[in-house]
């Protein structure tokens, strides 16, 4: 088993700055593919952005393009989700998640995961 742990989430005005981090622990002898997903309220889950296991290739939805950053620090089991100019559709419960998958194609559903964060609350407003 592996168990995520997010945080950094908070409450930030619009066009401002938050850096999510997600920590792994358990059965962590290899690199797994990862990914951040978020959950509006009133709205179904969805992908925002995710990382191959050795940081060579990442993915984003359109709507966070040049915005978002995903990176990831393997000797400290952590990945993380750089968010800059934050906009009000942003606000979300953003989860991280774990793929036992090697390769580098983009994965970008929930069932392509095994391991689910709990999740962190990012709330922006105007």
């Known amino acids: 088993q592996v168990q995520l742990v997010e945080s950094g989430g908070g409450l930030v005005q619009a066009g401002g700055s938050l850096r999510l981090a997600c920590v792994a622990s358990?059965?962590?002898?290899?690199?797994?593919?990862m990914g951040w997903f978020r959950r509006a309220p009133g709205k179904e889950r969805e992908f925002v952005a995710a990382?191959?296991?050795?940081?060579?290739?990442?993915y984003y939805t359109d709507s966070v393009k040049g915005r978002f950053t995903i990176s990831r620090d393997n000797a400290k089991k952590t990945v993380y989700l750089q968010m800059n100019s934050l906009k009000p559709e942003d606000t979300a419960v953003y989860s991280c998640?774990?793929?036992?998958?090697?390769?580098?194609?983009?994965?970008?559903?929930?069932?392509?995961?095994?391991?689910w964060g709990q999740g962190t609350q990012v709330t922006v407003v105007t």
């Open positions: 990382i191959s296991g050795g940081g060579s290739t990442t």
């Open positions: 998640a774990a793929a036992e998958v090697s390769g580098v194609d983009r994965r970008d559903t929930e069932s392509d995961y095994n391991y």
């Open positions: 358990g059965r962590t002898g290899r690199n797994y593919y």
